[in-house]
Nanobody, 119 residues
C-alpha cells in the first residue's frame, strides 16, 4: 500500500517563504505525477503546482515544486507569502504499483497540512 504524508505547515508571517514536504512510502511503486492543492477556509480545493515523476523542479509563479531525492520527498516552496495563501495544503500522487507482476494505477491524497499566514 502506498501512503502519502505532508509536513511543514504552521503559522507564518506574510512576506516570508515556506517549504512544505510530501513523502510517499510503500513498496514496489513508481510515481507518474505529484501535485499540490490547497483549500482555503470556506472555499473549494484548488490546484497550486505540480511536477511529473521524472521532473526535478517546476515553477508556477510564487510556487516551486522540487524533488529531494535524499529524503524521497517532493517539496512545495512558496515565496512572498500572503494571507490569502492560508489553507490546508494537500499532496496528490498518481502512479503505478507492482502487485505480483501486475501494474495497478493509484491516485492517493495525503491528509493535508494547515498553513496560516498572518499579516
Amino acid at each position: 500500500q502506498v501512503q502519502v504524508a505532508e509536513s511543514g505547515g504552521g503559522r507564518v508571517q506574510a512576506g516570508g517563504p515556506l517549504r512544505l514536504s510530501c513523502t510517499a512510502s510503500g513498496s514496489s511503486f513508481s510515481v507518474d505525477h505529484t501535485d499540490w492543492y490547497r483549500q482555503p477556509p470556506g472555499k473549494q480545493r484548488e490546484w497550486v503546482a505540480g511536477m511529473p515523476g521524472t521532473g526535478v523542479t517546476s515553477v508556477t509563479g510564487r510556487f516551486t515544486v522540487s524533488r529531494d531525492k535524499a529524503k524521497n520527498a517532493v517539496n512545495l516552496e512558496i515565496d512572498s507569502l500572503k494571507p490569502e495563501d492560508t489553507g490546508v495544503y494537500y499532496c496528490n500522487i498518481r502512479g503505478l504499483r507492482n502487485i505480483r507482476g501486475t501494474l495497478i494505477q493509484f491516485d492517493i491524497w495525503g491528509k493535508g497540512t494547515l498553513v496560516t499566514v498572518s499579516s
